[in-house]
């Protein structure tokens, strides 16, 4: 058999180049939030050891910005630097967080020293691809954005009525601000909250009006069909985007779907302001204030209003235009290397 030329460690189906080469799909499964950090650290050294070996043989490698820990698809670039043969990097995913000064110092370190080995990276909103090459020091020429996607099939949309049963629900894990809406609940005590997040375990003082619960993705799915509306409450600050999934799954709904965009990447690239949603300044307030406007009876023919736009508006985000944006992508990094 021969050995594939084309390897994709990303979670994303992506089709045969122009050349006619294929992708070959690997690594599908990426440590969990429910693994304890030894378990995390052995699967990336794993991972890091396998991408060794397939760098050495492929021409096209398409890599994940957040695949561990260690962040070996990371690593390896700059183990590729000392490749006699080296093979076309697309690094894509969520992309990194500046985070405190020791951390941004590190993470700007190992991303110069992988950076020659790289010929494009792909983020998730056009703030993040203007701000990216200053960010961590790499050209802006090598930098794309390729606009997210709704995950939610059609077939789990239709699964069931779409209706409303009296809580505003938030829901996932990554970059939340969770301590705002749980103030939020605090300041609307005959309102009922319901947060899906593995990120409050353990937080003391949850108001009673407020329920944390662990969930699969069908009950997710269901907490979110039965909600009055949706909103995903975005850290504030971070140099990268996040949530995309979660509010245009509220919109594909047909939810209000509530969103933080105070010094937040990448929600005005889906969202206008009381138009398909709802942007909010993420302060408890600022969520207490809108969850009271949504609810008031004089504003119902307008928030009816949003909510045929946003089922309409959100079609434009299928997985086929992201996977076709990251096609043309790394076709495009393929034809500046000259390879056939």
Wanted: with cysteine; glycine share 6%.
């Amino acid at each position: 058999m021969e050995k594939p030329k084309y390897i994709v460690t990303a979670d994303i189906t992506l089709p045969a180049l122009n050349s006619g080469i294929k992708p070959y799909r690997t690594f599908e499964q990426f440590p969990s939030l429910r693994q304890n950090f030894r378990r995390k650290i052995i699967i990336s050294i794993q991972r890091l050891w396998a991408l060794l070996k397939w760098a050495k043989e492929c021409q096209v490698l398409v890599l994940d910005s957040t695949s561990g820990p260690l962040q070996p698809d990371l690593l390896i670039c700059i183990l590729i630097r000392f490749f006699r043969k080296k093979p076309i990097v697309i690094m894509t995913g969520d992309m990194w967080n500046k985070g405190n000064a020791f951390k941004y110092i590190l993470q700007k370190l190992i991303i110069r020293l992988a950076d020659p080995s790289i010929q494009r990276y792909v983020v998730h909103s056009l703030g993040e691809e203007k701000i990216f090459g200053e960010v961590w020091g790499v050209s802006p020429k090598k930098v794309r954005s390729c606009i997210y996607n709704y995950t939610f099939t059609d077939e789990e949309v239709k699964a069931g009525e779409i209706t409303t049963k009296g809580y505003i629900f938030a829901g996932g894990n990554p970059a939340r601000d969770y301590d705002s809406l749980i103030e939020s609940a605090r300041l609307l005590p005959k309102r009922n909250f319901i947060i899906a997040t593995r990120m409050l375990e353990g937080y003391k003082n949850i108001p009673s009006n407020l329920k944390v619960v662990q969930t699969s993705h069908q009950e997710f799915i269901q907490l979110m069909r039965e909600a009055d509306m949706v909103i995903t409450p975005l850290r504030s600050g971070l140099t990268r985007s996040a949530g995309q999934q979660t509010y245009l799954n509220a919109m594909r709904m047909g939810k209000i779907s509530i969103v933080n965009g105070k010094d937040v990447y990448g929600v005005t690239d889906y969202i206008q302001n009381q138009i398909n949603g709802i942007i909010v300044d993420g302060s408890p307030k600022g969520y207490a204030d809108v969850i009271e406007w949504v609810y008031d009876a004089t504003n119902q023919a307008t928030t009816e209003k949003i909510k045929r736009s946003a089922q309409e508006s959100v079609l434009e985000f299928t997985y086929k235009r992201y996977i076709d944006t990251m096609s043309s992508i790394i076709q495009e990094a393929v034809d500046e290397a000259g390879i056939k």
